[in-house]
């Protein structure tokens, strides 16, 4: 890793000041921000010399006192420039950041630093209080955007909030008082680009929202500090799991007085699919702490909930038993899949360290390390914020790979540290770690490379209770706007599939929405390091084209090339692992003629293997071919999608 600074002069081509102004250019040029000191820290975005974002309005407030009030008494920049090399490679093995950087200093100990870049603009605080504890009473964020602006509204509670609600596309005065928007926020420009808001590095402290006055003002709110909990009674469902706020403080985080806060992220893109490539939150995040990291083996898991250990043609009871994970195990030998996970029902509620029955967890382990397959197991996180200094070591004793995470539904700042002591914890005894019921992504898979997936998405789970929330549009919508944040566990590979008039949501015997082809390039188009195999191991079994091409595709990538692109309709994207291409593509519930560039591809002939929607796919979404051919850099193919329907190729 390179990281060069260089100092640039106040009064260059990318800074200059004059009374309390100053601006500050991206390095190609085409993006500057004008900063001003009047009435609190301001600044404006011009972008292809026009203005993108009017006014956005920062300062933080702490201990009744107001930062960014004061006159700013110097200004530096200096540039980073390095190449970042990820320890789990998300979307490219490499990652360039370059950026241009103004650093405002004020009479007080503290500091306000911008970073812009070609495709994003960021700032934070940061302060060096002497003070070992400071209270936090509230962080300005207040944004003027266009008029005619629409948004990507996904409408949270305050301030239980699971991350698994629909994308509503609504004018962006939608956003009122009584209102809340969780992040990220995607925002339609009249000129038809985008401009996305999320935050990284978020550590010891609360996530951020945003509420407005429904004239396209947009203020940014945020869960309190917590004083005091409360769960249901045992026995009702949840005592063991759902945590809520009680009591709150009057602020929202109690924090060392020496720190770096969030920071705040406005991305751009001049078309849609820019989006897709876009790593800003992984820069910005805090570099890795760990010091080895060999140990982090990303890879496909066979997932037992969402088919609900519904297997058949055995001589056994299926069900949360030694013999129904033995046949798991097995089934993930056979087809190379490096992990099962034994979800929600394994231990005894309440506590970590007591099996069921039904299991026999000694036999388990040693059968899953004679077969060479890894075991990851679910956790309640309430129970394993109780239980953590005695499982996660016991968990490492077992030779456990990882943990899934679930149910903390809640991102004030209590919890939010839990991700980073769940995470440290986990690292020190060698364990990946899954988030579910969890906030989006923001920045902590960098610091802590272990945490290999989150959930706060409306994944395939959806489908066991609902036809409305894990469509095909909401499909074609989470890759520009949630993955935009980081990876996501939208738990694909459904072998039941139907068109929305034959779909129903039946919760021991699922189906998704959409066609077997959008179920597989679901494994080429989602970030996922840990990615699950949903459907049960008789289902993948009667459809080996399938699991044969699932199998195949790689979890990490060396290269990700969005080729096309538009929020809620379609994306058509390349990556590349090794010698080996993947394509990927969807649409929402329009059927969809797309035109292919093989351009991506080093000159030759390359042999590819394609799964297309069939000729009766918008009938029957179970309907699919599989063709191999030969193809050559610059050729161009054109493929069908049929409604809900997807299109997928391995090329060597």
Known sequence: MKVIYITLCLIGAALTSSAQSYELYSPDGQTRIAVNSHHGIHFTVWRHDKIWIPDIQMGLIINQDTLGDDPIQRATTSRVQQLITPPVAIK???IPDTCNVLTLYFRRPYRIVFRLYNDAVAYRFETAWKQDSVDVQHEICTIQMPQATRAYFQWAPRWMNNYEHVYQEQPLDSLTADKTAQLPLLMKLPNGADVLFTESDLYDYPGMYFTGNGKGLMEAIYPPAVKSDTTPKKPHWGWDREVYPRETYPYIARTSGHRTYPWRILAFADTDMQLLNNEIVYKLAAPCRLAQTDWIKPGQVAWDWWNDWDITGVDFKAGINTETYKYYIDFAARHHIPYIIMDDGWYVLGDLTRVVPDIDMPTLLNYAREKGVGIILWCSWHTLDQQMDTVL???????????KVDFMDRDDQGVVNFYWRCAAAAAAHHLMVDFHGAHKPAGLQRTYPNVVNFEGVPGLEQDKWSANIATSTMAVTLPFIRMFAGPMDYTPGAMRNAQPRDFAPIYRHPMSLGTRC?????????????????????????????LDFITSVPTSWDQTLPLAGEVGKYLLVARKKGNQFFVGAMTNEQARDLTLSFAFLPPGRHHIVYYADGVNADRNANDYVVQEATVEAGDVWHIHLAPGGGWVARIE
């Open 518 to 546: 959008q179920q597989l390039a679901m494994y080429v188009l989602y970030d996922a390091p840990l990615q699950m195999l949903s459907d049960n191991p008789v289902a993948y079994e009667k459809e080996l084209p399938c």
């Open 92 to 94: 490219n093995a490499q």
């Open 393 to 403: 070591p016991l968990f490492a004793r077992w030779g456990i790979k990882g943990i």
